[in-house]
């Protein structure tokens, strides 16, 4: 009973992090997005490992994807957005990162199922994995039970890791710490819009 209990505390635990401690359980999620119908491997101890959360999908269902160049997937999950990216985009480099290292393992599993040959995975926090390397689009739903200072980190790095023109484009809950995070972007970048608005989320793309 000890030990049901204990894997029931880490199913949903605290997802930003490089090592999870939740018992391993793979999952097979389906999905039908952006005109692509997708299998995706998941697995607990991941960000919305059970399903495609409606976050994510508004965001990429309504990016403004360039035709060639280089996507960043920042804080990837399972993948399901660079996955998308990479099949809409088959001229682009995708790559995708997150801190957690079993995100990361799954990410990469994703995009051989997807047989994408345009995408690579690599773990590390936040830039960490891209270091110097730039960027025409970063896309991100950002991490916001990791707190304001992680998140906040992620938006004032954005414009560094962007070639001239080339944008950060996220998705967050206005009335939920999305406000502040617009209002931050606005403060970054020469042109702030919005590209979507669902169920209180919001889409805004910042252009460089």
Known sequence: MGVMAKDEEFENEYYYTEEPKSTYRERTIKAHIRDFDLTLKSASGIFASRDVDTASK?????????????????GCGYG?????????????????????????????????????KNAKARQGNAYEPIKDEKFDLILLNPPMTAGREIVMCMIKGAPEHL???GSLQIVARKSKGGEVLFEEMKKLFSEVRVLAKSGGFWVVKGTK
Not at 58 to 74: R, S, V, W
């Open 163 to 165: 070639n001239k023109g």
């Open 80 to 116: 399901m957005i660079g996955v998308v990216a990479a099949k809409a985009c088959p001229n682009c480099s995708v790559i995708l990162t997150d801190i957690n290292r079993r995100a990361v393992m799954i990410a990469a599993e994703n995009l051989k199922i997807n047989k994408l």
């Open 58 to 74: 508004l965001l990429i269902e309504n990016a403004e994807l360039p035709e060639k160049g280089k996507i960043l997937d920042l």
